[in-house]
């Protein structure tokens, strides 16, 4: 099941720097996508969202983008802090409930 | 802020076992899930359930599974006899609407070994 495709494991960057994750997604039905943050030893932790009649939707440091020709979702964290450092997860909602994750990507911001 | 807890953290149990993962969404939701994530791997959607019965469920989601709301604030996953394959992260999650769109809470997961 490769319907949601995070390419990049892993991803570093300096503080104060731009984040760039990617994501891309193969059914252009989907009306909703996601990202979520995930530390060590807790759950995701949702952090914004993007409906599919809209291209960006910004929140404080973070922006996300959807390319829907492309089917191409991409999270912008300006500027990058240490406390971002966590893996991220694009996700799609698939249905009314069901969410399908990527495969996540690790994300270090080094001070 | 409300969270999801979860227990235990950590079970180990013997193949062939029942166990029964335990969740206390945050009060005022009704929607709840089970999402498990093989070490390594993505995480998956189980099911999801609300008003007492399930609303939608995956093909993860067998007969050796099961989910019930035995009262007003818990929520459980049971699995009847328990694979090796079985063994992950199993997080819960609530949310106050139906929409995924708006995002679910998780808890921190109860990581099942199986041996």
């Known amino acids: 099941d490769q319907q949601v495709k995070q390419n990049s494991p892993s991803l570093s960057v300096q503080e104060g720097r731009i984040s760039i994750l990617n994501c891309d997604y193969t059914?252009?039905?989907?009306?909703?996508f996601l990202w979520y943050k995930k530390y060590p030893a807790e759950g995701p932790t949702f952090l914004i969202s993007i409906s599919s009649i809209k291209d960006k939707n910004e929140d404080g440091r973070f922006t996300v983008f959807l390319n829907k020709s492309a089917k191409h979702l991409s999270l912008h964290i300006v500027p990058s802090q240490p406390g971002d450092s966590a893996v991220y997860f694009c996700a799609v909602l698939s249905g009314t409930y069901k969410y399908i994750f990527g495969t996540g990507t690790r994300l270090k911001v080094l001070a | 802020e409300p969270e999801v807890t979860q227990t235990p953290s950590h079970q180990v149990t013997q193949m062939g076992q029942e166990v029964i993962l335990r969740c206390v969404p945050i009060s005022n939701h009704l929607y709840f899930y089970w999402y498990r994530q093989i070490l390594g791997q993505k995480v998956e959607f189980l099911v999801s359930?609300?008003?007492?019965?399930?609303?939608?469920k995956s093909e993860i989601f067998d007969d050796q599974f099961s989910v019930e709301r035995p009262d007003g604030s818990n929520f459980t996953l049971k699995i009847r006899s328990t694979k090796l394959e079985d063994s992950a992260m199993y997080f819960c999650?609530?949310?106050?609407?139906?929409?995924?769109?708006?995002?679910?809470?998780f808890g921190s997961g109860t990581r099942l070994t199986v041996v």
């Open positions: 059914n252009s039905m989907f009306d909703y």
């Open positions: 999650a609530s949310s106050g609407r139906g929409q995924g769109s708006y995002g679910y809470t």
């Open positions: 359930f609300y008003n007492n019965e399930i609303s939608e």
